[in-house]
Each structure stands twice: as structure tokens, then as C-alpha cells.
């Protein structure tokens, strides 16, 4: 399974960003993908999560800021983030496991891939 992550940058306070991730080599048909960021000193955190039934879930901190979608033609999740403020400056990881009820769980678990991430910066 390979995951390459694009679309971070630096942006000012209530700019917007649109995160890419090509997936190849998933060998199972149902899934659940994700983000999945990580801020120096602070806890990971699951962003966003989409499973194969397009099912959706967001963390409090980006309800009503972003959304992920799946583009199944060019194998690609995406994450739209907009009104972004420096609190949401991190890396920001897309991930992919086999199908489960429990996305948020399944995508920082054992049998998860991750990409390698792309920094996202925010400025005040």
C-alpha cells in the first residue's frame, strides 16, 4: 500500500487548503481512510475519517470547516479545509484500513498504512 500526500503550504488565518492523497496497492475493496495530524507537543489527533460506505466523521475542532471526499476514479481522498487558523498548523498524514464500523479507530491501528505526510502552517 502506498499513500503520497500533497496540497499543504502556509497560509494566513482564514485562508483555505485542499490536502490530496493518492492511494495505490490497497488490497481490500471496503476501507476506511483518513487524516490523521500530529502539532509538535500536542496529541495526534483523527481529523477526519470516510469509510467505504460514506460514512464521515470530524473532529470538533474542524466541524463546519472541513470536508473529505473520495474520488474513486483517480484512487485519491481529499480534505477541504477552510478558516483555518494557526491551531490547525501540523503535519497532516492520510491513512487507509481495512473496513470497520469504527473508522477513528482503524486508521491509527495496527493494520493501517500511512503516507508520509504534508505540513500544513498557519499564520497569525
Known amino acids: 500500500v502506498e499513500l503520497v500526500e500533497s496540497g499543504g503550504g502556509s497560509v494566513s488565518t482564514g485562508g483555505s487548503l485542499r490536502l490530496s492523497c493518492v492511494v495505490s496497492?490497497?488490497?481490500?475493496?471496503?476501507?476506511?481512510m483518513g487524516w490523521i495530524r500530529q502539532a509538535p507537543g500536542k496529541a495526534r489527533e483523527v481529523v477526519t475519517t470516510?469509510?467505504?460506505?460514506?460514512?464521515?466523521t470530524y473532529a470538533d475542532s474542524v466541524k463546519g470547516r472541513a470536508a473529505i471526499s473520495v474520488d474513486n476514479a483517480q484512487n485519491t481522498l481529499n480534505l477541504q479545509m477552510n478558516n483555518l487558523n494557526p491551531e490547525d498548523t501540523a503535519m497532516f498524514y492520510c491513512?487507509?484500513?481495512?473496513?470497520?464500523?469504527?473508522?477513528?479507530?482503524?486508521?491509527?491501528?495496527?493494520?493501517?498504512?500511512w503516507g508520509q505526510g504534508t505540513q500544513v502552517n498557519v499564520s497569525s
Open positions: 496497492g490497497v488490497p481490500f475493496t471496503t476501507y476506511c
Open positions: 470516510i469509510n467505504s460506505d460514506g460514512t464521515t
Open positions: 491513512a487507509t484500513a481495512p473496513y470497520s464500523k469504527y473508522c477513528r479507530t482503524a486508521v491509527v491501528g495496527l493494520r493501517a498504512s
